[in-house]
Nanobody
Framework: QVQLVESGGGFVQAGDSLILSCAASGCTFNRHTMAWFRHAPGKEREFVAS???????YYAYSVKGRFTISRDNAKNTVNLQMNSLKPEDTAVYYC???????????????????WGQGTQVTVSS
């Protein structure tokens, strides 16, 4: 049974940094494309960033240059380093996995097979 567990959310001030982590178990992690999505109140869930098995990355325009996604295949983890946070980054952040995928340009929720429970990030102005 595949399980994704996020951690690292919290309450920060605008301009601060935060690191989210996602630990995967029960899957062949190094063959998955992994991603972060976020869901803000009143909005649809949106793609944030993705990373394939060889650490190729892809970012949403709204976070490019501020966020960095990375993975450690030995530890079955994927991280999201978030810098220069803005109030509009406030959302529940979800980790997602797409099985046996070499690509990175997967931006739809339906592209992913597994999801974590989410972690709240709140950015105050």
């Amino acid at each position: 049974q595949v399980q994704l567990v996020e951690s690292g959310g919290g309450f920060v001030q605008a301009g601060d940094s935060l690191i989210l982590s996602c630990a995967a178990s029960g899957c062949t992690f190094n063959r998955h494309t992994m991603a972060w999505f976020r869901h803000a109140p009143g909005k649809e869930r949106e793609f944030v960033a993705s990373v394939n098995w060889s650490s190729r990355t892809y970012y949403a325009y709204s976070v490019k240059g501020r966020f960095t996604i990375s993975r450690d295949n030995a530890k079955n983890t994927v991280n999201l380093q978030m810098n220069s946070l803005k109030p509009e980054d406030t959302a529940v952040y979800y980790c997602a996995g797409r099985i046996y995928s070499g690509g990175v340009y997967y931006t739809r929720s339906s592209d992913y097979n597994y999801w974590g429970q989410g972690t709240q990030v709140t950015v105050s102005s």
